[in-house]
T-cell receptor, first 113, second 117 residues
């Protein structure tokens, strides 16, 4: 039973264009959603998050959108740069209680120069 | 400030051997986690700790044990390694500092690549 799903294992985008990475979840009790970026042979690093009480959060080139009714979130990267090529993980958490995080399977983004 | 470090970076074991993976953090974080990453499976939680002297099971705890004797260290043990435990292991820690949106993000170590033959 996968509570957080990233259905696209890979995505290729031209440099300068928009990258859209998607994530679906099933548990309506999640309070926070986070995106992590992972380069080969490194640990994941935190990118951006969104609270369940919001529908959008922006940080520079990165914007996360949350659609609670559809249980769907997306990460937009504009403009995409070759250095953005990495695996992106979506994660969900509960603010209190279990202190645990549920991760999706990741989407490999390749930005073509 | 090294953040989260993991020892060793690589290890090859034979079936039945034992080993301990060490995770250390210098951020005074309360919460620490061990994950494994397998192709197509994402990050799966093995065990976690919400404070010194405490541990709890995650999604895939079987075949692993953990200890948190000191706040800064979280050890992951394999008593009798099996080929199914071939994976990349990540340690993470989390404090009470939140991102601008209020989320408590985790800080990850660089990983340990373990192969069990």
């Amino acid at each position: 039973d996968q509570q957080v799903k990233q259905n696209s294992p890979s995505l290729s985008v031209q440099e300068g264009r928009i990258s859209i990475l998607n994530c679906d979840y099933t548990n309506s009790m999640f309070d926070y959603f986070l995106w992590y970026k992972k380069y080969p042979a490194e640990g994941p690093t935190f990118l951006i998050s969104i609270s369940s009480i919001k529908d959008k959060n922006e940080d520079g080139r990165f914007t996360v959108f949350l659609n609670k009714s559809a249980k769907h979130l997306s990460l937009h990267i504009v403009p995409s740069q070759p250095g953005d090529s990495a695996v992106y993980f979506c994660a969900a958490s509960w603010r209190s209680g279990t202190y645990k995080y549920i991760f999706g399977t990741g989407t490999r983004l390749k930005v073509l120069a | 400030n090294a953040g989260v470090t993991q020892t060793p970076k690589f290890r090859v074991l034979k079936t039945g051997q034992s080993m301990t993976l060490l995770c250390a953090q210098d951020m005074n974080h309360e919460y620490m986690y061990w994950y494994r990453q397998d192709p197509g499976m994402g990050l799966r939680l093995i065990h976690y700790s919400v404070g010194e002297g405490t541990t709890a099971k995650g999604e895939v705890p079987d075949g692993y044990n953990v200890s948190r004797l000191k706040k800064q260290n979280f050890l992951l043990g394999l008593e009798s390694a099996a080929p199914s435990q071939t994976s990349v292991y990540f340690c993470a820690s989390r404090g009470t500092r939140t991102s601008g949106d209020g989320a408590n993000e985790q800080f990850f170590g660089p990983g340990t690549r373990l192969t069990v033959l």
